[in-house]
């Protein structure tokens, strides 16, 4: 089924865009269009925008996820919500001594990366968006490339509405395990050796004094010896953390452990953390939330791909990196704006996707290679020497 053809100003047909993936990079995408007449449409596989966790707290850099929402105008509404106290970083060795701690200034705060959390980032940009822009429960399982340079949208039949869908560019904004990418490169993603054992504390200035008192305002580190620990502030009064094991990528079905028996990932826990101080492993015993599991994977540097008329990739869908870049969501936001604006100022879509390509592999090669980096360095013997030099360089 061909999805009907408006036509622009000038006569000639509007373009039909069709954008996998309400994520930032997608939504920032699609808000930009529109703006200019173009109606890009999000195709969505969570049935609603409440359907699961968005995670947790992001930091929005100047020149790139700033930036984007400035294009978008939406800065004045994020900067309603940031949080410029959330920029204080600070480095706890593994005696739970406090070894860095620098607070944001008020020049950070106006001119710094203020945090928002990612549930808030994203109902932000949805609600800049007509309802009927993001087409939820859709879930896609094929992109067949037509003989007209066109390509069709298959979706699972058990979501909302399977019909198949014509259009004339796929963006691939569909995250790690994007089904756009196969039709561009043959790269998968790869793990990097580090897991994150995610869990939770609630209410924690008041239910768990002593452990957000650690954390402060920001974010905590306390990494040393292929191991550590992370707790992010968020919104509500909710401390968010990743407990990080430099291990195989089974580790727990190596030990012979449930993921949902909280005792026995506990127990495990706390064996691969002994010798830490009892202040942080607070972190493993005070959990409100339990564990989740979360390997970390990271495309291969470079990830580069042959143009290909009517598709192309923004985000984790080309250019997954670990979190220690700090650059994932503010990289996914610009590609987004770089390439709804090239589509607005060029003649044709293959011309726009030349155009905004040229910009995204270079930066894209350079932003994977410092979070490589990143995280080879905060996940190695010598990890908290080289995270408080990292810090005194930075801040």
């Given at each position: 089924m061909s999805t009907a053809r408006t036509r622009t100003h000038a006569g000639t047909p509007a373009p039909r865009i069709a954008i996998i993936g309400a994520g930032?990079?997608?939504?920032?995408?699609?808000?930009?269009?529109?703006?200019?007449?173009?109606?890009?449409?999000?195709?969505?596989?969570?049935?609603?925008?409440?359907?699961?966790?968005?995670?947790?707290?992001?930091?929005?850099?100047?020149?790139?996820?700033?930036?984007?929402?400035?294009?978008?105008?939406?800065?004045?509404?994020?900067?309603?919500?940031?949080?410029?106290e959330g920029q204080q970083m600070?480095?706890?060795?593994?005696?739970?001594?406090?070894?860095?701690?620098?607070?944001?200034?008020?020049?950070?705060?106006?001119?710094?990366?203020?945090?928002?959390?990612?549930?808030?980032?994203?109902?932000?940009?949805?609600?800049?968006?007509?309802?009927?822009?993001?087409?939820?429960?859709?879930?896609?399982?094929?992109?067949?490339?037509?003989?007209?340079?066109?390509?069709r949208l298959h979706f699972a039949d058990d979501t909302t509405d399977h019909t198949p869908v014509?259009?004339?560019?796929?963006?691939?904004?569909?995250?790690?395990?994007?089904?756009?990418?196969?039709?561009?490169?043959?790269?998968?993603?790869?793990?990097?050796?580090?897991?994150f054992?995610?869990?939770?504390?609630?209410?924690?200035?008041?239910?768990?004094?002593?452990?957000?008192?650690?954390?402060?305002?920001?974010?905590?580190?306390?990494?040393?010896?292929?191991?550590?620990?992370?707790?992010?502030?968020?919104?509500?009064g909710h401390i968010r953390v990743?407990?990080?094991l430099r291990t195989g990528e089974d580790w727990h079905r190596h030990a012979g452990l449930d993921l949902t028996d909280t005792t026995a990932v506990r127990g495990a826990l706390l064996d691969r953390f002994s010798g830490w101080s009892p202040d942080l492993l607070g972190f493993i015993t005070r959990t409100d939330s339990g564990y989740t599991n979360r390997p970390l994977y990271a495309l291969p540097v470079p990830h580069n791909w042959t143009p290909t008329p009517g598709l192309t990739l923004l985000g984790d869908a080309a250019h997954l990196m670990s979190p220690f870049s700090g650059m994932g969501a503010n990289l996914a936001m610009l590609d987004g704006a770089d390439l709804a604006q090239a589509i607005v100022e060029h003649p044709t879509i293959d011309q726009a996707v030349t155009a905004y390509e040229k910009i995204l592999l270079p930066r894209s090669i350079e932003a994977a290679e410092g979070a490589a980096e990143g995280i080879d360095g905060a996940f190695a013997p010598d990890s908290a020497e080289q995270t408080l030099a990292h810090l005194a360089r930075h801040h």
């Open positions: 930032p990079g997608g939504l920032i995408c699609a808000r930009i269009l529109r703006r200019h007449g173009i109606a890009a449409t999000l195709y969505e596989r969570d049935a609603s925008r409440a359907a699961r966790d968005q995670g947790g707290t992001l930091d929005m850099h100047p020149h790139s996820g700033r930036h984007a929402l400035h294009r978008a105008g939406l800065l004045d509404e994020f900067l309603a919500l940031a949080r410029p600070r480095l706890v060795g593994r005696d739970g001594h406090v070894l860095f701690d620098a607070l944001p200034t008020e020049a950070d705060a106006a001119e710094g990366n203020p945090e928002i959390d990612r549930g808030q980032l994203r109902d932000l940009l949805l609600d800049s968006l007509d309802p009927t822009a993001v087409r939820w429960g859709h879930q896609l399982t094929r992109v067949e490339p037509r003989d007209d340079g066109t390509h014509d259009v004339d560019l796929v963006i691939g904004a569909d995250g790690a395990w994007s089904r756009v990418r196969r039709l561009l490169s043959d790269a998968t993603p790869v793990y990097t050796g580090v897991t054992v995610e869990t939770g504390l609630d209410d924690a200035d008041i239910r768990h004094p002593a452990l957000a008192e650690l954390t402060g305002n920001g974010t905590m580190m306390a990494l040393d010896d292929n191991r550590g620990f992370v707790a992010q502030r968020n919104s509500g990743y407990i990080g």
